[in-house]
Every structure is written in structure tokens, then in C-alpha cells.
């Protein structure tokens, strides 16, 4: 049994990338080229309603039955208890993961897409938004790097899917203007990360 996974060479995509590849689970990629739009194909509004990389299907989901999963927090979720792995078990430190797995879905990714965006790909430059966005990156690294100066990782003291949803949002650092020295305990935390085996086949995906 294997999962499918629909993506494409992103931050958000290589979340997912990333945590099958830790895990382990056997995986096949099919590549939705977003700038083809082959993102609004109706067999991927399928499984995915809201045109957007990635999503998986998992043909032995809950009780055996297959399953289609879209939005990276409740895949990373979903993976997470599949396995048993890579969310802590404690209650506490199990929200502790949570939170810091909302901020990366609810910030740390949608402010660095803007900036992204803003920085790079906007046809006219707009220095209201690019400095907007700038400042934003920069305050968000300052909440990772005050977070990972308290603690190993984001949940606290075990490597965990909060970890995993960042990692590649921070991985385009240099389209964000982020200077890695303001941020040393962050850039600890980025290098170890980038040293794992299961990061770096992650991503490479698709
Ligand atoms: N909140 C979504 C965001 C996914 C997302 O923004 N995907 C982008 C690529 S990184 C996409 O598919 N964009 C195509 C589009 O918006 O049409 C998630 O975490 O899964």
C-alpha cells in the first residue's frame, strides 16, 4: 500500500515530502504543475476544493477505507497519527506542537508567500507591500528565534511536524531579505534540520 501524494516543487508541498519521508511510509508523487493551472483539473478539485498543492490519498485511511486529505496542517496530522510519530503524546507538549503548527499555517506560511510575492513576482514594485511583508518576515523570525532559544525545537524538546511545516518556508530565507545572523538559535535549528537525510530527499519532491 502506498500513499499518493499531488504536489509541486513549494514550501507547502515539501512539508509533505518531508514528513513521509521521515516516517517512512512508501510514497508515489504525481506533479500538479501550478503554473500550468493543473491545480483547477476537476479530478484534483476532487480531492483538493480549494486548487491547492498538496494533497495526499491514502488507500488504507480510517478502517481500511482510502482517503483524501488537503491542507498541509491536517496532513501533517493525519500522518502524525497514522504512525505515531513526530507529534508528542503528553497532552501538554502535544498542544505545544498544535500551536506551533497553527502559527506556521496561520503565519509564518501566508506572510513569507506575501512577501514572496511582493519581493519577487508582483509586475510593478510596491514599496508599501514589500515593506510590509519584509517587516512581517522579520518579526515572525524573531517569534522562531525567540521560541528556539527556549527550547530545542518548537514543541519543546523533540523534533516534531510544527518543526517540519516551517523548515521550508524558511528554506527561501534569501526571497524574505532575512539576515540568518539576527537570528542565531533559529539558524541553529535551520542547520540541524537541513542535516537530516529525510530533509534534504523531502526537499528534492517532486
Ligand atoms: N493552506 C494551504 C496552502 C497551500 C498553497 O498555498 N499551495 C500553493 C502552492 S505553495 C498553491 O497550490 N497555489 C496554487 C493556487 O493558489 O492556485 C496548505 O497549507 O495546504
Not at 486529505?69 to 507529534?87: D, S
Not at 506542537?97 to 514572496?116: I, N, S, T, V, Y
Request: net charge negative.
Amino acid at each position: 500500500m502506498s500513499i499518493d501524494l499531488y504536489s509541486w516543487g513549494t514550501p507547502n508541498g515539501r512539508k509533505v515530502s518531508i514528513m513521509l519521508e521521515e516516517v517512512g511510509l512508501p510514497y508515489s508523487v504525481h506533479s500538479v504543475d501550478i503554473t500550468k493551472d493543473e491545480q483547477f483539473e476537476p479530478s484534483f478539485l476532487k480531492i483538493s476544493p480549494n486548487n491547492k498543492i498538496p494533497a495526499i490519498v491514502d488507500s488504507d485511511g480510517p478502517g481500511g477505507k482510502p482517503i483524501s486529505v488537503f491542507e498541509t496542517g491536517a496532513i501533517l496530522i493525519y500522518l502524525a497519527e497514522k504512525t505515531g510519530r513526530l507529534i508528542p503524546e503528553d497532552a501538554a507538549s502535544r498542544y505545544l506542537c498544535l500551536q506551533w503548527l497553527m502559527w506556521q499555517m496561520g503565519g509564518f506560511g501566508p506572510m513569507l508567500g506575501q512577501a514572496h510575492h511582493f519581493r519577487r513576482f508582483a509586475p510593478e514594485k510596491i514599496d508599501y507591500a514589500v515593506n510590509r511583508y519584509t517587516n512581517e518576515a522579520k518579526r515572525l523570525y524573531g517569534v522562531l528565534d525567540k521560541r528556539l532559544g527556549e527550547a530545542p525545537y518548537l514543541a519543546g524538546e523533540a523534533y516534531s511536524i510544527a518543526d517540519i511545516a516551517t523548515y521550508p518556508w524558511a528554506a527561501r530565507w534569501e526571497w524574505q531579505g532575512i539576515d540568518w545572523s539576527d537570528y542565531p538559535n533559529a539558524k541553529r535549528w535551520y542547520d540541524e534540520l537541513g542535516a537530516r537525510e529525510a530533509v534534504s530527499k523531502g526537499m528534492a519532491v517532486p
